[in-house]
């Protein structure tokens, strides 16, 4: 998967790549292979060659998360052209729905039925490969309707949460 991003403000494209229980990461012009092993929610260990990196991830509150990697944070922000263009060119008026972007297990619900919620705001996240996926209201809003519960399976397209 390719995103676009910025890390201390510095724009830069990541590529993602899963297979055979390990990741090859392309952030810029550099490459990694890297092994992931999560110990706990927002907690990592990366094996890179021979050495080991732990890693802590955590949201700042703004759409953005602080990642601490061998002793430096990291502001990272994800760049979402598709739903920033969606969002300018057509207003996204009406009940919107959130869905899974891939299989995987919905690990958290931070938004209920009838909370308020910002346009960029997570509301469910959803762990894939091994990596956690925030799923983000397009607009803001209210949530309407949430459609599953954390520890559920989810398949890809699946509506998770319904936001007008």
Request: charged share 30%.
């Amino acid at each position: 998967m390719k995103y676009e991003a910025e890390i201390d403000g510095r724009p830069v494209m990541i590529e993602l790549e899963q297979s055979d229980g390990r990741v090859t990461a392309r952030v810029g012009e550099r490459s990694y292979e890297i092994e992931v092993i999560r110990l706990s929610e927002g907690d990592y260990l990366m094996f890179i060659g021979d050495r080991v990196h732990e890693a802590k991830a955590w949201p700042d509150g703004s759409g953005a998360l602080h990642i601490n990697l061998g002793g430096r944070t990291f502001n990272v922000k994800v760049i979402d052209r598709k739903h920033l263009r969606a969002a300018t060119e057509h207003g996204l008026e009406g009940k919107q729905q959130l869905t899974a972007p891939m299989p995987g297990k919905v690990v958290r619900v931070l938004l209920k039925a009838g909370d308020e919620v910002a346009a960029g705001q997570g509301v469910v996240v959803v762990e894939a490969m091994k990596m956690q996926n925030e799923i983000k209201s397009p607009k803001s809003g209210r949530v309407i309707e949430v459609r599953v519960s954390e520890g559920a399976t989810v398949n890809a397209n699946q509506v998770l949460a319904i936001v007008e």
